[in-house]
């Protein structure tokens, strides 16, 4: 089982630290062309899968029943789509795209204790079930292939843990 090991402590509880989140994750290095372009390849192959989103998703929703309760509400080709989209989004902001911190920024709204009440260990729930799905499904996957898709999804996934942990 994969498990991408993220800080869940933050260094203040002031609301106004949530600007010096965006600052602190927008200047991390984005990601490489060359990682960018073996994770778009990886996941290209891997949507080509008939399988890819039915086995992320039911990974996903093997993984917890707390987390299975979050999908139940939506029909199933919804759920597909909202896997999608959230690797496109998690990629995007790995690469730090113009519009990838207002994305993040609208994901971590939605998935806010106000909101859907997401905890912070179903992000390690989405992240294990997305790079077990992916480490079977692509056929070319390696060590440099894995590095590659953990640098470029946990940026996003500690950027929306730690904008969450304000509105525990």
Known sequence: M???????????????????????????????????????????????????????HQKMIGSSKEVAKYFDVFPVNQRYRILA??????????????????QMN?????????????KPEFYTFWSSSFMETISELDDQWNDELETAWTDSISHGIEYLIQKNSFRL
Request: with cysteine; net charge negative; charged share 25%.
């Open 2 to 56: 994969y498990r991408l090991l993220l800080p869940f402590s933050l260094l203040s509880d002031n609301i106004e630290y949530l600007s010096e989140i965006d600052q602190i994750m927008m200047k991390s290095t984005p990601l490489s062309e060359e990682t960018a372009l073996l994770v778009h390849d990886s996941y290209r192959r891997c949507m080509l899968a008939s399988n890819f989103l039915p086995l992320f």
């Open 85 to 102: 989209k959230s690797v496109a989004e998690l990629v995007s902001f790995a690469e730090k795209k113009p519009e990838a911190i207002q």
């Open 106 to 118: 609208e994901v971590a709204r939605l998935h806010s204790r106000e909101k859907l009440r997401l």
